[in-house]
């Protein structure tokens, strides 16, 4: 019975530390490892390590967008964001980086980042720009953003072989929406991105983060690959 009990809670031992192992840490305050800046081969002097963040201060040119080395397909992307006062950024998803294209948001579908107290894009109405949406595609259904200057926690859920994306922003599941076929398509058509060639038309891509000339700071960012 004792032997039993043993195997038993070595294989729950075992699984729990696979699941564990399953998330690959792609920024945890040390280095830049796992990033590039967009269209160049190094990193951006703009981002910075402040603490256990990394850190977007704008220079006086903007494009300064940074991407994944990795590109991903199938994923559960963990990050937290904390956004300045009036600030907006951005998550982009599937970048395909190319040189025709000059930018990531012109291939990367964005999960927007926001001061929704302070920005103005918070007001619209449907709120395509709220912190949370797919931007300029599928409004939140909860406002649950932490204000300026404090701590917001964002898993996105990317699977196109279940074709769903999910985004939870602090514990709640605030926007769900198609990533592929006959709906994905319907939601470009009636979003500013229509007629863009290239945009969200490639599933395996790197995961971005944008300069929009705002400060804004990201921390313990984790992926986890899906089957």
Not at 2 to 19: D, E, N, P, W
Not at 61 to 79: A, D, H, M, R
Not at 138 to 144: A, E, G, T
Not at 211 to 225: E, G, L, P
Request: net charge negative.
């Amino acid at each position: 019975m004792k032997r039993l009990i043993y195997v038993l809670m070595a294989g729950m031992l075992f699984v729990s530390c696979k699941a564990q192992n399953d998330w690959i840490t792609l920024f945890d305050g040390s280095n830049y490892d796992h990033w590039k800046g967009y269209a160049i081969d190094g990193m951006h002097p703009e981002w910075s390590i402040d603490g256990d963040a990394m850190k977007f201060t704008p220079g006086k040119k903007n494009g300064k967008n940074i991407i994944t080395k990795q590109t991903f397909e199938n994923f559960e992307l963990s990050i937290e964001w904390k956004i300045s006062e009036g600030g907006n950024s951005g998550i982009f998803w599937s970048v395909f980086e190319d040189k025709k294209y000059k930018e990531a948001y012109q291939t990367g579908p964005e999960i927007q980042v926001l001061d929704n107290e302070r920005h103005p894009d918070a007001r619209n109405n449907p709120k395509f720009h709220q912190a949370g949406a797919l931007y300029d595609m599928v409004q939140p259904m909860h406002d649950v953003c932490n204000p300026a200057g404090e701590w917001n926690h964002v898993l996105l859920k990317v699977d196109h072989n279940a074709n769903k994306g999910v985004v939870t922003l602090n514990g709640t599941v605030i926007v769900e929406f198609p990533v592929n076929g006959p709906e994905w398509d319907s939601l470009i058509e009636n979003s500013k991105f229509k007629g863009w060639d290239g945009f969200g038309k490639y599933t395996d891509g790197h995961i971005g983060l944008q300069d929009h000339s705002d400060i804004v700071w990201y921390r313990d960012i984790k992926i986890r690959k899906l089957d």
